[in-house]
């Protein structure tokens, strides 16, 4: 985990391995149709179609979610950690964003600033990533599981590490329709508070395979 790129902020270092558990991760971000399957709502800011990822969901917002298809289903999903995210933004290896570290192919793989016309799109219209999943930089920011401290990587455990446990403030990953680039890279760390919702945050899911 970490910046090996140059890029990184302080947040991001130092650059260190760690090792996590098998897991499964959505091939896509929840939908807009999703989100009303389950809730019966639609919080999002934007309308469009029923696969445009959804959004204005908070960190605690995207928990009620989380239990409610848990008892719907019988199974045990939850947000991703940020190691998780990390390890399946790289296609399972080291890349500066998700699918490629060349910036000038990272349009083919994201919707940003540069290509997005200041909205989101569709989920799965860019190219997917070497494990094939889409999406995992730019249209929407993705909530994790974890808490955000800035110095957590300098004494973050090496087996499954699931970030500060006394912070408040939850990590956002993979930057969205409406940033640049340098928000976009694997490593890059964001936070907000958990009841904030904004139109380019939303979430994905995880299910462990236990």
């Avoid at 760690?18 to 929840?30: A, E, L, Q």
Wanted: hydrophobic share 30%; glycine share 10%; aromatic share 12%.
């Amino acid at each position: 985990m970490g910046d090996i790129f140059g890029a990184g902020g302080l947040d991001e270092k130092p650059n260190h391995e760690v090792c996590v558990g098998d897991f499964s991760i959505g091939k896509y971000p929840v939908t807009r149709q999703e989100w009303f399957q389950v809730m019966g709502s639609n919080p999002s800011q934007y309308r469009g179609a029923e696969n445009l990822p959804v959004e204005k969901i908070s960190w605690n917002e995207a928990q009620a979610f989380v239990k409610v298809l848990r008892r719907k289903t019988g199974k045990k999903w939850r947000l991703p950690t940020e190691a998780e995210w990390e390890y399946a933004a790289g296609g399972g290896k080291r890349q500066k964003y998700p699918g490629t570290s060349n910036d000038e192919e990272l349009g083919e793989y994201a919707w940003f600033e540069t290509n997005s016309g200041l909205k989101t799109h569709p989920v799965g219209t860019r190219k997917p990533n070497d494990l094939g999943i889409h999406d995992m930089a730019g249209n929407v920011w993705q909530w994790v599981q974890d808490r955000y401290d800035r110095d957590y990587y300098r004494q973050s455990p090496r087996q499954d590490p699931k970030g500060d446990p006394f912070g408040v403030n939850r990590i956002l990953k993979g930057g969205s329709a409406y940033k640049d680039a340098h928000f976009l890279r694997v490593s890059y760390r964001d936070y907000q508070a958990p009841e904030t919702r904004t139109n380019s945050v939303g979430f994905r899911l995880v299910l462990p395979d236990d």
